[in-house]
């Protein structure tokens, strides 16, 4: 063989190895923890797979997702973090509250961790700051006991004759704890009286309504809780079943038939933590990256729902609504 036929060999030889390098290089794999049941939770799971494709992963071509739900039941999360971390995902994305990121925090130190809860992570011992996490978690954070009071006013400004108020909570969530508080405080300030409604393990949300006859109350809240979201459509019907004017967190709600909704955009949310997970599989630290919060509320009325309560919302708060449902 020549000289020059060699050395155009072995150029051309040595510029195919980075491509087959690269070809051979494994697929990262994303862990997605969450306590409830990926058939309520479909449009965030798109939401989340959209913020990781605008970081260039898109699900089975550059990055595979290891899903792992609950369905209800939190005490599943510990075993399901645990085999997460036996597949060596990247990155777990924490995404059902509170006890999703606990589970994760407990199953590992090294992979990080991307949360979305509606709890304040300083004060649950999650992260060190908000700007500063410290550690090997970060995420996005609604901190919906802030905006607690804010769906309490609408409710006045929907219902100004309102003297109780009903306040459905899950006991096995202690994240909920804070926000309930609250409303709480936001309700005795307008002179309401307030009656916990508390839903537990066994979800027996009949018998927590139960008591919305007997104490004859005018109105109800429905605090923010995963599993809450999960059984939106059964918590709508409910109330719907004792002709009583509810406010919820969430959009979807509103859409299942809900009165009212006000809060942070749950999808957006999602895709921030998406966002979050494709920065951290291009090498940035968790530690690096602060604790978000979301910037786009919204206001939901279903006038449907309105009509069938015997009630006129408003013009004030319709012409403030972002979303009305005909």
Do not use: C
Request: net charge neutral.
């Amino acid at each position: 063989m020549r000289r020059r036929e060699f050395i155009t060999l072995l150029g051309g030889t040595a510029a195919a190895w980075p491509v087959a390098a690269r070809a051979q290089q494994p697929m990262p794999v994303v862990g997605f923890l969450n306590g409830a049941s990926p058939t309520e939770l479909g449009s965030r799971v798109v939401a989340f797979r959209d913020g990781l494709a605008d970081k260039g992963y898109v699900e089975g071509h550059s990055v595979a997702i290891e899903y792992r739900w609950g369905l209800g039941q939190y005490d599943r999360l510990p075993e399901l973090a645990v085999d997460l971390v036996r597949h060596r995902v990247a990155v777990i994305a924490a995404t059902g509250g509170v006890p999703s990121v606990r589970a994760a925090k407990a199953a590992t130190s090294a992979i990080p961790i991307v949360f979305t809860m509606g709890s304040d992570p300083v004060a649950f011992g999650l992260v060190a700051s908000l700007n500063r996490p410290g550690s090997n978690v970060t995420g996005i954070t609604l901190i919906s006991s802030e905006i607690a009071s804010k769906r309490i006013a609408l409710l006045r400004d929907l219902l100004p004759g309102a003297k109780m108020l009903g306040v459905l909570m899950n006991s096995a969530t202690p994240a909920s704890e804070a926000e309930v508080a609250v409303a709480e405080r936001a309700a005795h300030t307008l002179g309401w009286q307030v009656k916990l409604l508390s839903v537990g393990r066994e979800l027996d949300f009949d018998a927590a309504f139960q008591p919305l006859a007997r104490e004859r109350a005018d109105a109800l809240f429905v605090a923010t809780d995963p599993i809450f979201e999960s059984q939106r459509h059964r918590i709508v019907a409910l109330a719907a079943r004792h002709a009583i004017p509810t406010i919820y967190s969430l959009r979807e709600y509103a859409v299942a038939g809900g009165l009212v909704t006000y809060g942070a955009s749950i999808t957006d949310v999602y895709r921030q933590a998406g966002l979050y997970a494709g920065r951290i599989l291009k090498g940035e630290n968790a530690s690096d990256l602060p604790v978000m919060q979301p910037t786009k509320f919204e206001l939901v009325m279903n006038l449907r729902t309105a009509r069938a309560l015997g009630l006129q919302i408003p013009d004030k708060l319709l012409a403030i609504a972002d979303e009305v449902i005909e």
